[in-house]
């Protein structure tokens, strides 16, 4: 895969399309969510508050939701707390508005955020411990090049799609009417017309790898 200029930073783990299938797979049989189950927002961010997430050498660690002010218009943040031993996943309050009337982007913001505990807990451990121009970079990207499936944006973005919106999911609903268009998806995962588009594309073009064929 060409190197790009990054949207993130560079990740500790690199990520395929395939692994991220399996880890959504996973996330959404601990929440009990069926593969053709849309996620509901709000319902999400009360669901993985008070969750765990595994760390690299096998310790759990405390995950909680909130709602605060992020500034700089940032819609939401992933972080480890210090204070309180955590991995925070935080909404801004228009963010968590929106979220609660269904809004598309505010559920994808969530997952997003909830992705980065799930792929870079460690990384935000680590992060914690540094000064805040570092951390900042952290969420803000850096110039530095390196490949998209090292990319911690990637890697979220990746994650938060097939979270939402299953390979197998796509595939029953292809199935059920023999095509699978942006409207479908839409529909059936309330999801905005951008994620939908972008994700059955991968699936077209990834379709085996996805489906564990």
């Known amino acids: 895969m060409n190197t790009?200029?990054?949207s993130g930073v560079r990740a500790q783990q690199s990520r395929s399309y395939a692994e991220l299938e399996i880890i959504a797979t996973r996330v959404r049989?601990?929440?009990?969510y069926q593969y053709d189950q849309p996620i509901v927002g709000i319902k999400f961010f009360d669901e993985i508050n008070e969750g765990e997430v595994e760390m690299e050498d096998g310790s759990m660690v405390p995950l909680q939701t909130g709602v605060e002010p992020l500034g700089d218009g940032r819609e939401g943040l992933s972080r480890y707390s210090a204070d309180n031993r955590c991995l925070e996943v935080l909404l801004a309050p228009n963010t968590y508005d929106a979220l609660e009337l269904g809004n598309p982007r505010a559920t994808y913001c969530l997952v997003h955020e909830f992705s980065h505990t799930i792929l870079h807990g460690?990384?935000?451990r680590r992060l914690a411990q540094l000064p805040q121009p570092s951390q900042?970079?952290?969420?803000?990207?850096t110039a530095e090049p390196h490949p998209a499936y090292l990319d911690t944006e990637w890697q979220a973005n990746a994650l938060a799609a097939a979270i939402l919106m299953p390979a197998q999911g796509l595939l029953s609903l292809e199935q059920r009417y023999g095509v699978l268009s942006k409207d479908l998806v839409m529909r059936q995962f309330g999801v905005s017309a951008t994620a939908a588009q972008i994700r059955i594309e991968q699936f077209r073009e990834r379709r085996a790898s996805l489906l564990g064929d």
Do not use: C, E, N
């Not at 900042?136 to 990207?141: E, L, P, T």
């Open 4 to 6: 790009r200029a990054p």
């Open 29 to 32: 049989s601990k929440l009990s």
């Open 122 to 124: 460690d990384q935000l």
């Open 136 to 141: 900042v970079a952290f969420h803000r990207g």
